[in-house]
């Protein structure tokens, strides 16, 4: 049973465009919303994260809105650049434990 | 320096046979991992060690056994490999409190 829903599974961004993903979450326990970058040949890397006593958090280029009620958070992607053509994954988890997965997106950015 | 390193990093080898990848990190984290990903990216968590002591232990096939022989150490173990443990296996670390994860470069193991 995934526990961490996420949308698209993969998204075509023109450069300069905003790149959205989605994901939604059933266990209200989870405390803590990361999302993570992966490129081929690599090991996920920590991009940006979010705990639910805050609706927004931005760092640079990435965003995450957070609705706690709607139990859905997301990455917005502003002024998207072929570099951030990856694979992108939300995840959820309990005090950082026991980390749950969506099921990725992959997000190509054409020039 | 690599904060959390695989070893090897690509395994082929036979059905039947038995393998170990090996995995350290140098961050002086408590906490270390095994995620196995599939053919369609899904990460999935398979065990969670904490100063040696196995705290998470997912429905994983008992013929796979982590074994970790201090803190900056977690290995695992495969039994009587099967075509569908065809996968790259990630270790992964991270600080009391759990996050954030550290995920080293993954092996990627291809059963024949």
């Known amino acids: 049973q995934q526990q961490v829903k996420q949308s698209p599974q993969s998204l075509i961004v023109q450069k300069g465009g905003i790149s959205i993903i989605n994901c939604a979450y059933e266990?209200?326990?989870?405390?803590?919303f990361p999302w993570y970058q992966q490129f081929p040949g690599k090991g996920p890397a920590l991009l940006i994260a979010?705990?639910?006593?805050?609706s927004e958090k931005k760092e640079g280029r990435f965003t995450i809105s957070f609705n706690k009620s709607a139990k859905q958070f997301s990455l917005h992607i502003m002024d998207s650049q072929p570099g951030d053509s990856a694979t992108y994954f939300c995840?959820?988890?309990?005090?950082?434990?026991?980390?749950?997965f969506g099921a990725g997106t992959r997000l190509t950015v054409k020039p | 320096d690599t904060a959390v390193s695989q070893t090897p990093k690509y395994l082929v080898t036979q059905m039947g046979n038995d393998k170990s990848i090996k995995c350290e990190q140098n961050?002086?984290?408590?906490?270390m991992y095994w995620y196995k990903q599939d053919s369609k990216k899904f990460l999935k968590i398979m065990f969670s060690?904490?100063?040696?002591?196995?705290?998470i232990n997912e429905t994983v096939p008992n013929r796979f056994s982590p074994k970790s022989p201090d803190k900056a150490h977690l290995n695992l173990h495969i039994n009587s490999l099967e075509l569908g443990d065809s996968a790259v296996y990630f270790c992964?670390?991270?600080?009391?409190?759990?996050?954030?994860?550290?995920f080293g470069n993954g092996t990627r193991l291809t059963v024949t």
């Open positions: 992964a670390s991270s600080p009391g409190g759990g996050f954030p994860l550290h």
């Open positions: 266990n209200t326990a989870f405390d803590y």
């Open positions: 979010i705990r639910p006593d805050v």
């Open positions: 995840a959820a988890s309990i005090r950082g434990n026991d980390m749950r």
């Open positions: 961050l002086g984290h408590d906490t």
């Open positions: 060690y904490n100063n040696k002591e196995l705290i």
